[in-house]
């Protein structure tokens, strides 16, 4: 089934710990993006890649990093967790910029 | 900075009812608008994109209107069903590939 898989489901980790978040999408789409949701705050965007091979930064994109090696698969990486990380973690795609983007399932961090 | 403002911020209708979710943006300088749909515990599904130079689309019972110059936006549901409970959310595209996003309107369809 075509679609966007993001793993782990959920995670809980403790703090200064590295944790890197995986992506991978099948429809050959050269856009992706990360998003976190928090309550009050909504969804934000962390990092972006308008194909592979390249990557931008979102709203939020300090304490995080990203690689897009190819076209399916998108890591977003936290280097040393801290609490303020904890946050429901969302992967994204699009067939190019400005079309519409077909999410994944998220990831519920809790940084401890 | 773009700011995105959905009201209300919860709605809970009877079944049956059409109902009006509104969405209103900062900066005009769009390249389009997309409402989504969020179930708790899940993910976002697109259900419209509208292009910075359209007015509305339409798809099954939902409509959604743009108006760039206003900065606002609307969806509109008809004949409302206890399975369109969830929380609705949109989000407008501006450069560098961003989406700002709305919190997003709870809305609740007893039957």
């Known amino acids: 089934i075509a679609g966007i898989t993001q793993a782990p489901t959920s995670q809980i980790l403790a703090a200064g710990r590295r944790m890197t978040l995986r992506c991978t999408q099948d429809?050959?789409?050269?856009?992706m993006y990360w998003y976190r949701q928090d309550l009050g705050l909504g969804l934000r965007l962390i990092h972006y890649?308008?194909?592979?091979?390249?990557?931008g930064k979102g709203e939020v994109p300090d304490g995080y990093s990203v690689s897009r090696a190819n076209t399916d698969d998108f890591p977003l990486t936290l280097a040393s967790a801290v609490p303020s990380q904890t946050s429901v973690y969302f992967c994204?795609?699009?067939?190019?910029?400005?079309?519409?983007?077909?999410f994944g399932p998220g990831t519920r961090l809790l940084v401890l | 900075k773009q700011e995105v403002t959905q009201i209300p911020a919860a709605l809970s209708v009877p079944e049956g009812e059409n109902l009006v979710l509104n969405c209103s943006f900062t900066?005009?300088?769009?390249?389009?608008l997309q409402w989504f749909r969020q179930d708790p515990g899940k993910g976002l599904t697109s259900l419209l994109l509208?292009?910075?130079?359209?007015r509305e689309q339409t798809s099954g019972r939902l409509n959604a209107s743009l108006d760039k110059s206003s900065g606002r936006s609307t969806l509109y549901i008809a004949a409302s069903q206890p399975g369109d409970s969830a929380t609705y959310l949109c989000?407008?595209?501006?450069?560098?590939?961003?989406?700002?996003f709305g919190e997003g309107t709870q809305l609740t369809v007893n039957p």
């Open positions: 994204a795609s699009s067939r190019d910029r400005g079309e519409t983007q077909y």
């Open positions: 429809m050959r789409h050269n856009a």
């Open positions: 890649s308008n194909t592979a091979g390249t990557t």
């Open positions: 900066d005009s300088a769009i390249y389009n």
């Open positions: 509208i292009q910075s130079s359209q």
């Open positions: 989000a407008v595209e501006t450069s560098g590939s961003r989406l700002t």
